[in-house]
């Protein structure tokens, strides 16, 4: 590269314009194109001020480089590349070496007068961040054309760039284009592209940076010599493609394998063997999961309904629209669950799922509020792996596998700058739908905390709020119509539909304390204590705070330390908002034993929220927590002494280091009774008919569910793990089956190991009961207390049960006079189990 003599650049004066003239193999056309360009800049006297062109030669092979250098203007510089890279390339370097305050773009053929520049500068005079020269607005003139092939592609290429990429401009590729000379510099610094579609990507960046382009009319004659090769054609479509799903950096490629890894680590007991290893801590919810998936799976492949099963709960059915089946990921995981079982399938969602969550925290934090990706991985990994999520990582994948909060939070704040409403809206409304097929609270949750940050953030910048009312409003208004057109049939079903229930009362405990919210988690890898855990949570998978003191008290410094930054005190108070509403309905006042209504009292009979876990609103703290670390962590950064910087990240570190969790508990599955696997229950069940596991299964014992699994889901079953209305009138939600006679007095016997006296009526209650669940066969399968168990069944049915494959079968049609009907007993539709 060739320069002017050491010092000239240093003693000049930043140059009100640059000139950036893209070349390879130009020695034709050069020449004149400089000519043209001194004369017209040198004519005007002073009106440009100091200027300077810039040569980018992109490897040329032929003369071009000595026609800038032989000319030794010293207003003319060259900035060369090794090789041929492409437009694009040769761009990047131009404009990143130009330093005028405004930077003029131009084609080598000059295919635009120099003498245009004129009414591109009048434009950028009106406040315009850039003025684009175009050959399609009103006012443009053309001479010489282009051959009518090359005119069909140039016109297909611009609608495409309309429809896809670039809104509002009708020409993108006219040469010939005046910027802010500091935006555009950063606009070339971010991009990536190395060819034609480089104006596409650096006019996408002004208008997602809210920079205003005009559209100038402009006099456009086409030149001979073009370096558009046929292959230019395919590659340009091609480029739009990668500007629609951009690559990540090394850095963000970096973040999103780490996080993968966390991820990985802290399902290390299960992942590697799923099928063989239960998440201890999960208590029955592994198994109803895969449940779900299951069945999800075998409705889809049998062309059935998804969002109702009768293969539990028999003969009433499951909801699924009313239970967190997570159809969002058990439908397009079925082939996965059909190949390789549902315990795989889980498996995968959760891991990767919530890889994915921190990931898409990753980019919200990058995107919205810092640039340093060390402090942005820090905030990300906090929103996703902070202790209630760890928590709820054990049994609860709605509440783990969120990497759609992050999007449709960006999608929202989108609506407030009022640019593109009615696309962003439209995209909201599709992320809104399909959150609801992967979780219904979180998304409630996550509304919730959007309204507190609104609340707060209005407080602090009134005048910003004002404006983005509108649009807002206007945005998720088309938002919900589109989301309620695709989610309106489910809906109706969950509410209205089959088993459907009005709301699910969780009883005493379901709100947080103060010291829970103060304390260590039981899955801390240095401080866990899992008595105090337990005390403090309904049970292992619903540690709902437990962030700890030394997390709350880093948030107040930060709070503190940063408070002049209004996102940070709107942060800080959706933190301390959420936080205090989880306390419940009322709240205990700490070392007193006083009692004081609660904020969320007024909260609580709510359609939708009534329903909601109360603590759980505590889960809106992780992600806020999260941003105001990378906040902060970015400031750290900028520090001028190394000492700040230093103290600053030693006290992030020692609040952080508490909340390193331990990998998930595991431990190894039980197998299941032959009887299941081989198909021996085939010969016991009929057409229509159940088979009744002993006990029946339930929220504290759902095993029963797994069998069914390995039995390839050929049999129906009463009792179950899953929500229903309580019964009888009663459209209250509860979890399980209300307990009928049988069902009541076989759980007895298993908690207390003693066989119940069984008479004539308790005989005649059990036939009724059997006949409401058409069952055809008893199972006891060994297990704790089975011996009073068997004897109870025993005297039920009036003979003993026979061992087959691993269990006890009753066979119901033992008796009968043929065997090809079913087993007939009076019903006593009493309708609970």
């Given at each position: 590269?060739?320069?002017?003599?050491?010092?000239?650049?240093?003693?000049?004066?930043?140059?009100?314009?640059?000139?950036?003239?893209?070349?390879?193999?130009?020695?034709?056309?050069?020449?004149?194109?400089?000519?043209?360009?001194?004369?017209?800049?040198?004519?005007?006297?002073?009106?440009?001020?100091?200027?300077?062109?810039?040569?980018?030669?992109?490897?040329?092979?032929?003369?071009?480089?000595?026609?800038?250098?032989?000319?030794?203007?010293?207003?003319?510089?060259?900035?060369?590349?090794?090789?041929?890279?492409?437009?694009?390339?040769?761009?990047?370097?131009?404009?990143?070496?130009?330093?005028?305050?405004?930077?003029?773009?131009?084609?080598?053929?000059?295919?635009?007068?120099?003498?245009?520049?004129?009414?591109?500068?009048?434009?950028?005079?009106?406040?315009?961040?850039?003025?684009?020269?175009?050959?399609?607005?009103?006012?443009?003139?053309?001479?010489d054309r282009r051959h009518p092939v090359r005119e069909l592609l140039a016109g297909a290429g611009n609608l495409l760039i309309r429809t896809t990429a670039v809104r509002?401009?009708?020409?993108?590729?006219?040469?010939?284009?005046?910027?802010?000379?500091?935006?555009?510099?950063?606009?070339?610094?971010?991009?990536?592209?190395?060819?034609?579609?480089?104006?596409?990507?650096?006019?996408?960046?002004?208008?997602?940076?809210?920079?205003?382009?005009?559209?100038?009319?402009?006099?456009?004659?086409?030149?001979?010599?073009?370096?558009?090769?046929?292959?230019?054609?395919?590659?340009?479509?091609?480029?739009?493609?990668?500007?629609?799903?951009?690559?990540?950096?090394?850095?963000?490629?970096?973040?999103?394998?780490?996080?993968?890894?966390?991820?990985?680590?802290?399902?290390?007991?299960?992942?590697?063997?799923?099928?063989?290893?239960?998440?201890?801590?999960?208590?029955?919810?592994?198994?109803?999961?895969?449940?779900?998936?299951?069945?999800?799976?075998?409705?889809?492949?049998?062309?059935?309904?998804?969002?109702?099963?009768?293969?539990?709960?028999?003969?009433?059915?499951?909801?699924?629209?009313?239970?967190?089946?997570?159809?969002?990921?058990?439908?397009?995981?079925?082939?996965?669950?059909?190949?390789?079982?549902?315990?795989?399938?889980?498996?995968?969602?959760?891991?990767?799922?919530?890889?994915?969550?921190?990931?898409?925290?990753?980019?919200?934090?990058?995107?919205?509020?810092?640039?340093?990706?060390?402090?942005?991985?820090?905030?990300?990994?906090?929103?996703?792996?902070?202790?209630?999520?760890?928590?709820?990582?054990?049994?609860?994948?709605?509440?783990?596998?969120?990497?759609?909060?992050?999007?449709?939070?960006?999608?929202?704040?989108?609506?407030?700058?009022?640019?593109?409403?009615?696309?962003?809206?439209?995209?909201?409304?599709?992320?809104?739908?399909?959150?609801?097929?992967?979780?219904?609270?979180?998304?409630?949750?996550?509304?919730?905390?959007?309204?507190?940050?609104?609340?707060?953030?209005?407080?602090?910048?009134?005048?910003?709020?004002?404006?983005?009312?509108?649009?807002?409003?206007?945005?998720?208004?088309?938002?919900?119509?589109?989301?309620?057109?695709?989610?309106?049939?489910?809906?109706?079903?969950?509410?209205?539909?089959?088993?459907?229930?009005?709301?699910?009362?969780?009883?005493?405990?379901?709100?947080?304390?103060?010291?829970?919210?103060?304390?260590?988690?039981?899955?801390?890898?240095?401080?866990?204590?899992?008595?105090?855990?337990?005390?403090?949570?309904?049970?292992?998978?619903?540690?709902?705070?437990?962030?700890?003191?030394?997390?709350?008290?880093?948030?107040?410094?930060?709070?503190?330390?940063?408070?002049?930054?209004?996102?940070?005190?709107?942060?800080?108070?959706?933190?301390?908002?959420?936080?205090?509403?989880?306390?419940?309905?009322?709240?205990?006042?700490?070392?007193?034993?006083?009692?004081?209504?609660?904020?969320?009292?007024?909260?609580?009979?709510?359609?939708?929220?009534?329903?909601?876990?109360?603590?759980?609103?505590?889960?809106?703290?992780?992600?806020?927590?999260?941003?105001?670390?990378?906040?902060?962590?970015?400031?750290?950064?900028?520090?001028?002494?190394?000492?700040?910087?230093?103290?600053?990240?030693?006290?992030?570190?020692?609040?952080?280091?508490?909340?390193?969790?331990?990998?998930?508990?595991?431990?190894?599955?039980?197998?299941?009774?032959?009887?299941?696997?081989?198909?021996?229950?085939?010969?016991?069940?009929?057409?229509?008919?159940?088979?009744?596991?002993?006990?029946?299964?339930?929220?504290?014992?759902?095993?029963?569910?797994?069998?069914?699994?390995?039995?390839?889901?050929?049999?129906?079953?009463?009792?179950?793990?899953?929500?229903?209305?309580?019964?009888?009138?009663?459209?209250?939600?509860?979890?399980?089956?209300?307990?009928?006679?049988?069902?009541?007095?076989?759980?007895?016997?298993?908690?207390?190991?003693?066989?119940?006296?069984?008479?004539?009526?308790?005989?005649?209650?059990?036939?009724?009961?059997?006949?409401?669940?058409?069952?055809?066969?008893?199972?006891?399968?060994?297990?704790?207390?089975?011996?009073?168990?068997?004897?109870?069944?025993?005297?039920?049915?009036?003979?003993?049960?026979?061992?087959?494959?691993?269990?006890?079968?009753?066979?119901?049609?033992?008796?009968?006079?043929?065997?090809?009907?079913?087993?007939?007993?009076?019903?006593?539709?009493?309708?609970?189990?």
């Amino acid at each position: 590269m060739t320069t002017p003599p050491r010092g000239t650049t240093a003693r000049r004066a930043v140059p009100d314009l640059s000139v950036v003239v893209p070349a390879y193999n130009e020695e034709r056309r050069l020449g004149p194109t400089l000519d043209a360009l001194v004369r017209q800049l040198a004519a005007a006297g002073d009106r440009w001020g100091d200027w300077e062109i810039v040569v980018a030669d992109d490897g040329s092979t032929d003369a071009t480089r000595e026609i800038v250098t032989l000319r030794r203007d010293p207003r003319l510089r060259l900035i060369t590349s090794p090789r041929n890279r492409g437009k694009g390339h040769a761009l990047r370097l131009g404009v990143g070496a130009s330093r005028g305050r405004r930077v003029l773009i131009t084609d080598a053929d000059l295919a635009v007068p120099a003498a245009e520049l004129e009414r591109l500068d009048a434009a950028l005079a009106r406040g315009n961040a850039a003025a684009v020269g175009s050959r399609a607005v009103p006012g443009a003139t053309l001479g010489d054309r282009r051959h009518p092939v090359r005119e069909l592609l140039a016109g297909a290429g611009n609608l495409l760039i309309r429809t896809t990429a670039v809104r509002g401009i009708r020409d993108t590729q006219c040469g010939f284009k005046l910027f802010d000379g500091e935006k555009v510099r950063a606009a070339f610094a971010a991009s990536r592209l190395d060819g034609w579609a480089i104006d596409v990507e650096v006019l996408r960046h002004f208008q997602r940076a809210d920079w205003p382009v005009a559209e100038v009319a402009v006099h456009w004659s086409h030149r001979p010599g073009s370096k558009i090769r046929p292959l230019d054609y395919l590659r340009f479509p091609r480029d739009l493609i990668r500007l629609r799903l951009p690559l990540p950096g090394p850095a963000d490629a970096v973040a999103a394998a780490l996080f993968l890894a966390l991820s990985v680590a802290l399902y290390a007991g299960r992942f590697f063997d799923p099928a063989h290893r239960y998440l201890t801590d999960s208590l029955q919810d592994q198994n109803q999961w895969e449940w779900f998936f299951a069945v999800t799976a075998d409705n889809i492949a049998h062309l059935r309904n998804p969002l109702f099963s009768d293969l539990q709960g028999v003969p009433d059915g499951v909801n699924l629209m009313a239970n967190t089946a997570m159809l969002g990921l058990s439908v397009p995981l079925t082939p996965v669950t059909l190949l390789c079982g549902p315990a795989v399938a889980l498996s995968l969602a959760t891991t990767l799922g919530l890889a994915a969550t921190a990931t898409a925290w990753y980019r919200l934090i990058v995107r919205r509020l810092v640039p340093q990706r060390g402090a942005a991985f820090a905030g990300a990994a906090l929103a996703a792996f902070a202790p209630p999520m760890v928590s709820h990582a054990n049994a609860h994948p709605n509440f783990v596998v969120l990497f759609m909060i992050p999007a449709i939070l960006d999608r929202t704040l989108r609506l407030c700058a009022g640019t593109r409403v009615v696309r962003d809206a439209v995209v909201l409304g599709l992320m809104a739908a399909y959150q609801v097929f992967l979780g219904e609270e979180a998304l409630l949750l996550a509304a919730l905390g959007m309204l507190l940050f609104a609340a707060a953030h209005t407080a602090v910048r009134p005048r910003e709020a004002r404006a983005a009312v509108r649009p807002l409003l206007r945005g998720l208004a088309i938002a919900a119509a589109v989301c309620l057109t695709l989610v309106v049939y489910p809906l109706a079903w969950q509410f209205s539909g089959p088993q459907s229930y009005t709301h699910l009362d969780h009883g005493p405990g379901a709100a947080n304390s103060v010291r829970a919210l103060l304390t260590f988690a039981e899955r801390s890898l240095l401080a866990g204590d899992a008595d105090r855990a337990d005390a403090l949570s309904l049970n292992p998978t619903e540690q709902n705070a437990f962030y700890g003191w030394p997390l709350l008290l880093l948030a107040l410094a930060i709070t503190v330390a940063l408070w002049r930054r209004p996102v940070v005190r709107a942060l800080a108070f959706t933190a301390a908002a959420a936080a205090v509403l989880s306390l419940g309905t009322r709240v205990r006042v700490p070392l007193t034993g006083a009692e004081v209504p609660g904020p969320w009292a007024p909260l609580a009979g709510l359609p939708l929220l009534e329903s909601v876990i109360v603590s759980r609103t505590a889960l809106i703290c992780a992600p806020v927590l999260g941003m105001l670390l990378a906040l902060a962590i970015g400031r750290l950064a900028r520090a001028r002494s190394l000492g700040t910087q230093y103290a600053g990240l030693l006290a992030v570190c020692l609040a952080l280091l508490p909340l390193i969790p331990a990998p998930l508990r595991s431990e190894p599955r039980a197998e299941v009774p032959a009887f299941f696997t081989d198909g021996a229950w085939k010969a016991y069940v009929r057409p229509g008919e159940s088979l009744v596991p002993v006990p029946l299964p339930e929220p504290t014992a759902a095993a029963a569910l797994h069998w069914q699994i390995a039995a390839g889901l050929g049999f129906r079953m009463p009792g179950g793990y899953f929500n229903r209305p309580y019964g009888d009138g009663d459209r209250s939600g509860v979890y399980g089956v209300p307990l009928n006679w049988t069902a009541s007095l076989l759980k007895d016997v298993r908690e207390t190991g003693v066989a119940q006296v069984i008479d004539d009526r308790a005989r005649d209650e059990a036939r009724r009961d059997l006949a409401y669940w058409r069952a055809g066969a008893l199972v006891l399968t060994p297990q704790p207390h089975d011996g009073p168990l068997r004897a109870t069944v025993d005297k039920l049915v009036g003979r003993p049960g026979r061992w087959v494959a691993g269990v006890w079968v009753w066979d119901l049609h033992e008796g009968e006079p043929t065997r090809d009907a079913p087993a007939t007993l009076p019903s006593s539709g009493n309708g609970k189990q």
